[in-house]
């Protein structure tokens, strides 16, 4: 069965740390994984998407990483910000042709002030 | 160039009653996938539109169904509400079956 884990569920931190959320997946063969942000109540913004063949995506203070063989990838956040406290999702598309997105349950940030 | 829209925002039901949620996908594309969202967990795919036929179906009970339109904005029905329905409803629209889909900002619906 293809799954997505993601650990831990919960994560407070002080300002100005570097941060990293972990996602790890049951089947390396995915053809691509994309982090999410989702504001309390909201909708999902995209916030990287990492294809099979790339080792990592950078975007500003946020840099995701794949690694296909220990089914992992990780989200980095440089200089955390208090408006970076927000629920991070991992979403996995498995295999060539494949429609559906499985997801993780999400990491659950707070950056304290 | 619009985004994802849906519609309503926020829904109060009651068990047993029928629900329908409304999705305008981006503009170009044909192809609208729907999730449910419970609190706390990631989404579920329930099933995805392409060119108005349904073209896969997560695990999810018949009286769950959906329409795509000829311009490519969908419908999800709930029929027979159950209070484990209540969750957020999201929708996403894509280019085509396998690209990159986009978000829009989610149906919150309670069953009570």
């Known amino acids: 069965k293809q799954e997505v884990t993601q650990i831990p569920a919960a994560l407070s931190v002080p300002e100005g740390e570097n941060l990293v959320l972990n996602c790890s997946f049951t089947d390396s063969a995915i053809y691509n994984l994309q982090w999410f942000r989702q504001d309390p109540g909201k909708g999902l913004t995209s916030l990287l998407l990492i294809q099979s063949s790339q080792r990592e995506q950078t975007s500003g203070r946020l840099n995701a990483s794949l690694d296909k063989s220990s089914g992992r990838s990780t989200l980095y956040i440089a200089a955390s910000q208090p408006g970076d406290s927000a629920t991070y999702l991992c979403a996995v598309k498995f295999g060539f042709g494949n429609y559906q997105l499985i997801w993780g349950a999400g990491t659950k940030l707070i950056i304290k002030p | 160039e619009t985004g994802v829209t849906q519609s309503p925002t926020h829904l109060i039901k009651t068990r047993g009653q029928q629900v329908t949620l409304r999705c305008s996908s981006q503009s170009g594309h044909n192809t609208v996938s729907w999730y449910q969202q419970a609190l706390g967990q990631g989404p579920q795919f329930i099933f995805q539109?392409?060119?108005?036929?349904?073209?896969g179906r997560g695990n999810f009970p018949p009286r769950f169904s959906g329409l795509q339109f000829p311009n490519y904005s969908s419908e999800l029905n709930v029929n027979a509400l159950e209070l484990d329905d209540s969750a957020l409803y999201l929708c996403a629209s894509s280019l085509g079956q396998t690209d990159t889909q986009y978000f829009g900002p989610g149906t919150r619906l309670t069953v009570l």
């Open positions: 539109y392409y060119r108005e036929e349904e073209n």
